[in-house]
């Protein structure tokens, strides 16, 4: 079945130690969406891509960063992650921007130490 | 500044009955607005979407309303079923959907047998 994947499932890092996650899809969408969600609270948009072009959210803080080498895969990045980025990491997928579904993967909750 | 808004965190119902999932937004530039159903360890799945040009919009068992003078959507499910058990997410997006999506905190069904 085409999907969403993200890996790990879940990822513990240290305070301060560089990790990436990763996220891949088999729809052949054009955009790709990051968003974090912390316990209680709602999605939130960090970034996409349509196709190659990278759209980064005014809020975004600099240490969050993204790779798309491909159509298939898009990276997060995060440089130095502190205690406040533990949380649930959601790739998504549309076909197009505008009224399109978007596709979730299942998420990454990242653990910080 | 939270610009989608659901106040309930969680709802119980018996199976059979009608649940209603409220959402209220605050920004009058959002057109397009969508419910997503979340299982656990699973990613948000699209269940069904309203633009502002209806008050109204029916898939099978799920409704959506649209009121836009209350800026308050809402979700009718008819019969609930104890599979509906879910968090369900209220989103919104503006410029007919072609802006970033703006999620709610969610909210969670329980459908009892």
């Known amino acids: 079945d085409a999907m969403v994947i993200q890996n790990p499932r879940y990822q513990v890092t240290q305070f301060g130690k560089p990790v990436t996650l990763s996220c891949s899809q088999t729809?052949?969408?054009?955009?790709m969406y990051w968003y974090q969600q912390k316990s209680s609270q709602a999605p939130k948009l960090l970034f996409h891509?349509?196709?190659?072009?990278?759209?980064n959210e005014a809020d975004t803080p600099d240490n969050f960063q993204s790779r798309r080498p491909n159509t298939s895969f898009c990276f997060l990045d995060i440089r130095s992650p502190g205690l406040g980025d533990a949380a649930m990491y959601l790739c998504?997928?549309?076909?197009?921007?505008?009224?399109?579904?978007?596709?979730f993967g299942p998420g990454t909750r990242l653990l910080v130490l | 500044d939270q610009q989608v808004k659901q106040n309930s965190p969680s709802l119980s119902v018996q199976e059979g009955r009608i649940s209603i999932l409220n959402c209220d937004y605050t920004?009058?530039?959002?057109?397009?607005f969508l419910w997503y159903k979340k299982y656990p360890a699973e990613g948000p799945t699209f269940l069904i979407s309203?633009?502002?040009?209806?008050d109204k919009n029916e898939d099978g068992r799920f409704t959506v309303f649209l009121n836009k003078s209350a800026k308050h959507l809402s979700l009718h499910i008819v019969p609930s079923q104890p599979g509906d058990s879910a968090v369900y997410f209220c989103?919104?997006?503006?410029?007919?959907?072609?802006?970033?999506?703006?999620f709610g905190k969610g909210m969670k069904l329980t459908v009892n047998p």
């Open positions: 891509y349509y196709d190659k072009d990278f759209n």
């Open positions: 309203i633009s502002s040009i209806k």
């Open positions: 729809l052949n969408h054009n955009v």
């Open positions: 998504a997928t549309s076909r197009d921007q505008g009224q399109e579904t978007q596709y």
């Open positions: 989103a919104a997006s503006a410029q007919g959907g072609s802006e970033k999506l703006v």
């Open positions: 920004n009058s530039m959002f057109d397009y």
